[in-house]
């Protein structure tokens, strides 16, 4: 019961924050609560699912590269601008500290 009002509370604070990711997120996961025998498919979306998320994120941020919108003459044009030194650099630090965070997540959820 008290998982039921925690995640209540959680939905609570999403709808008056309007953050539609975790009123999402909150809903699927007290659906699944509903679900007989879900609570073995739990601590697997809990293990597995920082992974997945990045791995969504990651399709989504190359879409752009998949549908031509973004292509080696734009990637050049960046290295003549510091502004895209800075951002390649920091795109680079970015995924090397990522995934030391996505581990550590990973393997300590507190």
């Known amino acids: ?15 008056v924050g309007k953050n539609m990711s975790l009123i999402i997120a909150t809903g699927v996961v007290m659906a699944l609560k509903l ?3 879900a609570s073995k498919w739990l601590p697997v979306i809990q293990a597995k699912g920082i992974n997945w998320g990045v791995t969504v994120i990651s399709v989504a941020i190359l879409i752009p590269i998949a549908t031509g919108q973004i292509g080696f003459k734009d990637l050049i044009n960046t290295f003549k601008l510091p502004a895209g030194w800075i951002a390649i650099l920091a795109g680079i630090a970015v995924a090397i ?3 030391y965070g996505v581990d550590q997540l990973a393997a300590d959820r507190k």
């Open 97 to 99: 500290l990522s995934r």
């Open 35 to 37: 679900i007989p025998f």
């Open 1 to 15: 019961m008290e998982s039921w009002l925690f995640l209540a509370l959680v939905l609570v604070v999403a709808l």
